[in-house]
């Protein structure tokens, strides 16, 4: 929703969905998760207690949980969050664009808080080798759906920012991605 510039109502009910979950532990919660029934749907109003029981999607003291909604929807803190994960995702997208190497591109144009990036797996591993970057993986779905054929000294990676991330973070990746592509495009390999 933060990304396409839409409404809730929009991305809802307006569109004609029942029933939504809507999940908030990607975006600041601890295993906060709501279910949001439109459309005056009487037989779901009343079985859902019940079916929420028997798929034991139940913890103790559930109000905990559930109150972290209120800070969560206060001032569109949610929305905040998003936006912000996005933007540090746009931010590494213009940064790998702007290097212009044959080690490291873009598979697709970001359009949320993901990039699928193309990388030789000797710049991942320089990269992993610092030691300071969050663990990101090979994503090995999809590869067949690459714009431009993946080598077989590539890989396909998937890298998730959040509403935690800093642009520090990002500039530092950046820098290091930057880094590790000079040096194999040189010949000299990653250096220790």
Same mark, same amino acid.
């Given at each position: !929703?933060?990304?396409?510039?839409?409404? +809730?109502?929009? !991305?809802?009910?307006?569109?004609?969905?029942? %029933?939504?979950?809507?999940?908030?532990?990607?975006?600041?919660c601890?295993?906060?998760?709501?279910?949001?029934?439109?459309?005056?749907?009487?037989?779901?109003?009343?079985?859902?207690?019940f /079916? &929420?029981? &028997?798929?034991?999607?139940? @913890?103790?003291?559930?109000?905990? %949980?559930?109150?972290?909604? #209120? +800070?969560? @929807?206060?001032?569109?803190?949610?929305?905040?969050?998003?936006?912000?994960?996005?933007?540090?995702?746009?931010r590494?997208?213009?940064?790998?664009?702007? !290097? &212009?190497?044959? !080690?490291? &591109? /873009?598979?697709?144009?970001?359009?949320?808080?993901e990039?699928?990036?193309?990388?030789?797996?000797?710049?991942?591993?320089? %990269?992993?080798? %610092?030691?300071?970057?969050?663990?990101?993986?090979?994503?090995?779905?999809?590869? =067949?759906?690459?714009?431009?054929?993946?080598?077989? #000294?590539e890989?396909? @990676?998937?890298?998730?920012?959040? @509403?935690?991330?800093?642009?520090?973070?990002?500039?530092?990746?950046?820098?290091?991605?930057?880094?590790?592509?000079?040096?194999? =495009?040189?010949?000299?390999?990653?250096?220790?």
């Amino acid at each position: !929703m933060a990304a396409l510039g839409c409404t +809730a109502a929009e !991305m809802s009910w307006k569109s004609g969905v029942d %029933i939504l979950s809507f999940g908030a532990s990607k975006n600041g919660c601890w295993c906060a998760e709501a279910i949001l029934v439109f459309n005056d749907l009487q037989q779901a109003h009343k079985d859902f207690p019940f /079916l &929420r029981k &028997r798929a034991a999607h139940l @913890f103790s003291k559930t109000r905990f %949980i559930a109150a972290q909604f #209120e +800070a969560y @929807f206060h001032d569109s803190l949610w929305l905040r969050n998003a936006r912000h994960a996005n933007e540090m995702a746009f931010r590494l997208a213009s940064s790998i664009r702007s !290097m &212009r190497s044959k !080690m490291v &591109r /873009l598979a697709w144009k970001p359009q949320a808080n993901e990039l699928f990036v193309v990388m030789r797996q000797s710049v991942a591993d320089g %990269i992993r080798s %610092i030691g300071r970057i969050s663990p990101f993986y090979e994503w090995l779905p999809g590869k =067949e759906d690459v714009r431009e054929p993946i080598t077989a #000294e590539e890989g396909l @990676f998937r890298l998730v920012t959040t @509403f935690a991330t800093t642009a520090d973070e990002i500039d530092e990746f950046g820098t290091l991605l930057s880094k590790f592509s000079k040096e194999e =495009e040189g010949g000299t390999g990653p250096s220790s």
